[in-house]
């Protein structure tokens, strides 16, 4: 993957330097807002990180611009401001996904992966069944079945594995389950999408051979055939 | 220049404005009364000359001019006070009979008009009308008019003092009402001063006569005590902070230089320090959300929500692991609670108290969530089957990082509750804890929307 990352705390940017490039990717950097956007309508990359307080052009406005000029780039927004109303005005801006300040890294990665796959399968046609290995569901009869065998879901479970269908083979952090499943953004104190996970898990995996949905260390679940 | 402060107070402008207005009317009024009263004492005036004319024009028809010559002289021996005058004179203006020495100059004779003048013996104003009587003579009949000019003169200065006297009273009203209201705005300004200048503890003083002044300085003392207990809020969270961050920090501190030191760190010891931190930022992170609920920053965005959704959702959120700890949890929520608020916010406050309750919870026990209406309020109530909170401490455990001994044994930061607290405040709600013998119920009492009336199908048309 081809990132830029537009960031002007110099150990933020490190960090995310590292680690990105450590998990493979191509990381360019820019430390404010004009050659953020100078690189990114000069070059092309798979997604954008963009800090939202930035000296000179803030970090919304360079999303603004790019957005007005046609480039879709996915863009994910950091920003210290993690209230429902900053998030909404974020995404409105044009980003893609929205992440706090401060983060772990596993969460970048993982919400940065799912929007570089999300841009490059392009305007997917709205997909009827979603397919892992040899698990399927069926989007229009709401119905989920592994090696043709029906597997009975609870409304709540079948979109947990919509979610995770739609992300099949990137690891999906408990967040963002959270706000993609359930809609809420803040942290209950129990981990209590653990337990769904596992009992999801148990569902899909029990009695076949080969585990589909396994557990990452330190960052969250991957569904993977 | 600016002018003295006084007279820029709107009173001072506003008795400005109402001194001209008076003043117009009194105008007004008086010049009414002037024309009426001359108009009335004129027309008698030359009534009674008019009816002399009659009188002397018939006796000349009647006896030619040597008769209207001694009627004239018996006239004027028959007027004691001397209020009438004649003059009777030849063509040439010489006096034939009467009691004006001469013609008056400028005074034409043809055109049977009132004409005044002043009679040059005696000075006296005169009204009177000329006519033309005869071959060439003229007949000029008049009246004193002394009592009429004085009369004008009278009105004419009394109009004038009137509207000086209004003028001055109403200045002087103005000063006294402007100086009133100056003082009394002068205590509150001075208040607010004292105030701006750090004295967080002065109110403006109140004179307990229920006025405009008084509310204001109501108002603004209501407005000074929730800033002060906003104050003293944050006063008390720097304080929390700092006692309950200080600990953590300290600690990761310590391993942290324990870690540097070793020959070879561990990647457990690292990763125990990023556990750590995350509990710090978490505790940071929830200190911040109330401090932002309780500044009311949530306001603006608050809709129209429903508790019904959320309470589903939270029990379904929870039912696992509840499952998991073998705990019977369930939700009912009958019908659609309104209420007027923040969905997120409220599905917090229920994840926390349902957290909770799950939390402390025995295996085998159970958790009820019940949403209900009871009139104009929304009462939505988690019961649980655990050990329940002491009475005493009850209240306490509302406030920030208030943990009871028995909980230091459970993860948390002892922000739950408080979360809930200011988030039902902020509602305009009333969150009380209660006893489920065993056990513990709270109860979030929030005011209740009206529900939607269920119209009356139209009748088809």
Request: net charge neutral.
């Amino acid at each position: 993957m081809r990132i830029l990352v537009i960031e002007d705390d110099k150990e933020v940017a490190s960090f995310i330097r590292n680690g990105l490039t450590q998990a493979g990717c191509n990381v360019d950097h820019a430390a404010n807002g004009r050659d953020g956007l100078f690189l990114a309508t000069t070059e092309s990359y798979d997604a954008l990180v963009v800090d939202r307080m930035l000296p000179g052009i803030d970090g919304l406005t360079v999303i603004r611009t790019l957005r007005a000029s046609a480039n879709t780039t996915p863009v994910l927004i950091l920003s210290a401001l993690g209230e429902v109303d900053d998030r909404v005005k974020g995404l409105k801006a044009g980003g893609d996904d929205y992440l706090v300040k401060p983060f772990a890294f596993s969460e970048l990665l993982a919400r940065l992966e799912a929007l570089a796959r999300r841009a490059k399968s392009g305007v997917d046609a709205p997909a009827t069944v979603l397919k892992c290995a040899d698990l399927e569901m069926d989007l229009l009869r709401r119905e989920v079945r592994r090696t043709g065998k029906p597997i009975d879901l609870q409304p709540r479970e079948f979109q947990l594995l919509e979610f995770l269908l739609r992300h099949v083979g990137q690891v999906v952090t408990r967040t963002m389950l959270l706000e993609g499943v359930w809609d809420y953004h803040f942290d209950p104190q129990t981990n209590v999408i653990d337990v769904h996970i596992s009992r999801l898990r148990s569902k899909i995996d029990k009695g076949f051979e080969r585990p589909l949905l396994h557990t990452v260390r330190g960052a969250g679940y991957r569904l993977d055939g | 220049m600016r002018l003295p402060r006084l007279f820029r107070t709107n009173v001072f402008r506003l008795t400005l404005a109402y001194m001209a207005l008076f003043a117009l009317s009194v105008g007004a009024l008086s010049a009414f009364v002037y024309s009426a009263t001359l108009g009335y004492l004129d027309t008698q005036t030359n009534a009674i000359i008019q009816a002399e004319i009659n009188g002397l024009y018939e006796q000349y028809e009647r006896s030619s001019l040597g008769g209207l010559r001694d009627v004239i002289e018996e006239r004027i021996a028959r007027d004691g006070e001397g209020r009438s005058y004649y003059l009777l004179a030849d063509p040439i203006g010489r006096r034939v009979a009467g009691n004006v020495q001469a013609w008056p100059i400028g005074i034409d004779d043809a055109r049977g008009q009132w004409v005044d003048f002043v009679e040059s013996e005696s000075g006296t104003p005169v009204r009177a009308m000329p006519l033309r009587i005869g071959p060439g003579f003229r007949l000029l009949v008049g009246r004193d008019i002394r009592e009429l000019t004085a009369i004008r003169q009278l009105l004419r200065s009394v109009s004038l003092y009137g509207i000086t006297l209004t003028l001055a009273l109403a200045l002087v009203g103005g000063v006294l009402l402007a100086l009133s209201a100056e003082r009394r705005l002068a205590e509150i300004n001075r208040t607010t001063r004292q105030i701006m200048a750090g004295d967080l503890t002065r109110r403006a003083p109140l004179k307990g006569s229920d006025d405009e002044h008084d509310e204001l300085a109501q108002n603004i003392n209501a407005m000074l005590d929730q800033i002060e207990n906003l104050l003293a809020g944050m006063r008390h969270v720097g304080d929390s902070v700092a006692h309950d961050l200080r600990g953590p920090i300290t600690r990761l501190r310590n391993r942290l230089e324990t870690v540097a030191g070793a020959e070879t760190p561990s990647r457990e010891d690292l990763a125990e320090c990023v556990v750590q931190l995350d509990q710090v930022l978490a505790t940071f992170n929830a200190l911040l959300r109330i401090a932002r609920v309780e500044s009311g920053a949530y306001r603006s965005a608050f809709t129209t929500v429903d508790l019904k959704p959320i309470v589903r959702d939270v029990c379904e959120l929870y039912q696992a692991a509840a499952e998991e700890q073998h705990v019977v949890l369930h939700g009912s929520a009958p019908e659609s609670v309104e209420v007027y608020g923040d969905r997120e916010l409220l599905a917090q406050v229920l994840t926390n108290l349902v957290d909770n309750a799950v939390k402390y919870t025995p295996p085998g026990g159970t958790v009820r969530i019940e949403l209900a209406r009871a009139g104009d309020r929304a009462l939505l109530r988690v019961y649980d089957s655990g050990p329940g909170i002491p009475a005493e401490d009850r209240s306490r455990v509302l406030q920030r990082f208030t943990r009871l001994d028995r909980a230091r044994s459970q993860p948390g930061n002892g922000l739950g509750l408080a979360l809930v607290n200011a988030v039902t405040l902020q509602h305009h709600g009333r969150l009380t804890l209660g006893d489920n013998a065993p056990g513990l119920v709270v109860t979030l009492e929030l005011p209740a929307l009206s529900p939607p009336r269920v119209l009356a199908a139209a009748p088809a048309s």
